[in-house]
Nanobody, 114 residues
Framework: VQLQASGGGLVQAGGSLRLSCAAS????????MEWYRQAPGKERELVAA?????NYADAVQGRFTISRDKAKRTMYLQMNNLKPEDTAVYYC???????????WGQGTLVTVSS
């Protein structure tokens, strides 16, 4: 499985962005897909996950929506009411049922100006 993230950019506080993560390869082995983010000087943190259900970090609950279009082999993260503290590099991640079990995409930078 390979993952390709896109959609980052510069947006003003209160604005919206939609991130995409395109999967290729053995996508039938994907069990869970996730978005992580890493802000400057901070550890990488889980933002949202989608598998049998969806889960969100408290900091984004009600503002971000994760979804997955299996036909298009793409996962999305709709981010609304963005805040400066959402500024980070966002990474997509997949948990698979076969090796290598954990797959990372490259990051896409989201910058929210105040």
């Amino acid at each position: 499985v390979q993952l390709q993230a896109s959609g980052g950019g510069l947006v003003q506080a209160g604005g919206s962005l939609r991130l995409s993560c395109a999967a290729s390869g053995s996508i039938s082995s994907i069990n869970v897909m996730e978005w992580y983010r890493q802000a400057p000087g901070k550890e990488r943190e889980l933002v949202a996950a989608i598998g049998g259900r969806t889960n969100y970090a408290d900091a984004v609950q009600g503002r971000f929506t994760i979804s997955r279009d299996k036909a298009k082999r793409t996962m999305y993260l709709q981010m609304n009411n963005l805040k400066p503290e959402d500024t980070a590099v966002y990474y997509c991640h997949a948990v698979t049922t076969t090796l290598p079990f954990y797959v990372w995409g490259q990051g896409t930078l989201v910058t929210v100006s105040s």
